[in-house]
């Protein structure tokens, strides 16, 4: 079986270095790209065996020479080539995208009977973007979500499953709805807050002033850890915004409710005895649990 990825950034030629690397019973594994600079980069680091240009791929009609096709685009494009997908097309599809709802809304719009698309998302990634940042242990002991259409074929769900945990990864089955109401806490809220403390802290006449007078950045590691997110790939994280947007908002208006209980604490005359001790004790403790280390 033939594996074509649609898209060779940071995820696509990552992955495709980790099916060679693992060791995965497939033939050839291909790429699709958009301009000739990716295509002469991706081929000059070996990321695939060929690379296309789009508008090369479509010409050739070669959809059939694959057997797994996955797309690694930002969500609003994985959309669009769901639409442009052959019907003709038997083998397995899935994608990368970081939310869910609009692409399972596009398979079950395509098909009216079974088919065999199954969505994912593996949690992996770097604030790096493009494919010279590659790296075959990218997806190495992360965590892929599996989320399914209706009229899915059955069997394409183990398989799916299967390709991923012999990539490296866990897996969880989660819904289209659960996934990005989910992920609008633990990933798309957080990238626009650290996007906002890096902007707001530059736009700080003293912060800037005073960090153009220093030999080395004024920060310490924990700005460089909150701020690290903000430095993603624009184009990805404005499509997946604005595929979760209700989602985001409801999390960013949780969030604003409890910044303004603390706003009120600090303007308080009162000292309020034991509250921040508190407060970052429940803190280290929620950090615990979210991550597992207790």
């Not at 769901?82 to 809304?105: F, M, N």
């Not at 949690?123 to 979500?145: F, N, P, T, V, W």
């Not at 308080?268 to 970052?280: H, I, L």
Request: proline residues 4%.
């Amino acid at each position: 079986m033939n594996v074509l990825i649609y898209g060779l950034g940071l995820m696509g030629a990552s992955l495709s270095l980790a099916i060679r690397q693992k060791n995965l019973p497939f033939g050839r594994i291909d790429g699709v790209v958009r301009s000739v600079s990716s295509r002469d980069e991706g081929l000059k680091l070996k990321v695939a065996d060929s690379i296309f240009l789009e508008s090369e791929f479509k010409e050739k009609d070669l959809w059939n020479d694959y057997g797994l096709i996955i797309y690694s685009l930002p969500v609003n494009l994985t959309c669009e080539k769901i639409a442009e997908l052959p019907l003709s097309y038997r083998g397995i599809v899935t994608d990368l995208g970081s939310t869910k709802r609009e692409i399972i809304e596009a398979v079950e719009k395509k098909y009216s009977s079974s088919h065999r698309y199954y969505s994912s998302h593996p949690m992996a990634g770097s604030e790096h973007s493009g494919l010279k940042y590659a790296q075959a242990d990218l997806y190495e002991a992360r965590l892929c979500i599996l989320t399914p259409p209706k009229r899915v074929e059955e069997g394409v769900e183990d398989f799916i499953r299967d390709f991923w945990e012999k990539i490296g990864m866990y897996t969880l089955k989660i819904e289209a709805e659960e996934h990005d109401k989910a992920l609008a806490y633990i990933s798309h809220s957080p990238h626009i807050l650290s996007s906002i403390m890096t902007n707001w802290c530059w736009e700080n006449p003293t912060v800037s002033e005073k960090t153009g007078l220093s030999p080395i950045p004024l920060t310490g590691g924990g700005f460089r850890d909150m701020s690290r997110i903000a430095g993603s790939n624009p184009e990805m994280w404005d499509a997946i915004i604005e595929t979760n947007r209700e989602p985001i908002r409801q999390s960013l208006i949780d969030f604003r409710d409890r910044l303004n209980v603390l706003i009120g604490v600090l303007g308080s005359n009162s000292e309020v005895s034991g509250f921040w001790k508190k407060f970052f004790d429940k803190a280290k403790k929620s950090r615990d649990r979210i991550l597992k280390l207790e």
